[in-house]
């Protein structure tokens, strides 16, 4: 599979679509930016919806791979937590909101396919976090774990799609930040927030 060729090309479309619009780029321009024919892009794609529809997919798989490793690295359920959002900060700063909008609108079942794996994706992280949290000790044993991951979903996809905020992935960082700032101290035994204020503290030489 890594050496499947139509990688390469759902990578160069995905970057053609983020930076001229998922409406502005046709089949020529990609043919184009990958200097090659149509008629052999066409043995990969049946048509324009079929490759942005397997390049959204791509990237989904290949960004919640990163997502999923990257989080894993750290065993203490507050310091993954801090890393997931940094790792939603790159992708709005890379990606934005300018690919979702145009996609709901123009390519719908697509659409529909990415929102579902997402919800699913990071409503189990959720959940290994906060079970993973509990088990050291860090968050509190009497939370409901599904109600909470399903709170910290729908805050989180609230912020990143918020169409009222623009495109400046600024703000929108700024608020997820303080938005899990909110949730650690909601779910946090006396330990979790003793962590928290150790890792909110100058760190002095």
Request: overall charge neutral; hydrophobic content about 40%; aromatic content about 10%.
């Amino acid at each position: 599979m890594e050496n499947d060729p139509r990688h390469s090309i759902l990578t160069r479309a995905m970057e053609l679509f983020q930076r001229f619009g998922l409406r502005a780029v046709n089949m020529d321009d990609v043919s184009r930016e990958l200097a090659m024919s149509k008629k052999t892009l066409y043995t990969f794609f049946s048509n324009k919806s079929d490759l942005v529809d397997q390049a959204a997919k791509y990237l989904f798989a290949v960004k919640s791979k990163q997502f999923i490793e990257q989080a894993s690295i750290f065993e203490n359920a507050i310091d993954e937590l801090f890393e997931v959002q940094r790792i939603q900060q790159e992708v709005l700063k890379n990606y934005g909101t300018r690919l979702l909008f145009p996609l709901k609108k123009y390519h719908p079942e697509t659409y529909d396919w990415v929102m579902h794996a997402r919800r699913t994706m990071m409503i189990q992280a959720t959940t290994k976090n906060l079970e993973r949290g509990i088990q050291q000790k860090l968050f509190r044993e009497d939370l409901q774990i599904a109600h909470v991951a399903l709170i910290r979903y729908n805050t989180m996809v609230g912020i990143m799609e918020d169409p009222d905020m623009g495109d400046d992935p600024g703000p929108r960082g700024e608020l997820l930040h303080y938005s899990l700032l909110m949730h650690i101290r909601s779910i946090a035994t006396a330990q979790g927030l003793a962590y928290l204020q150790e890792l909110q503290s100058p760190k002095t030489k």
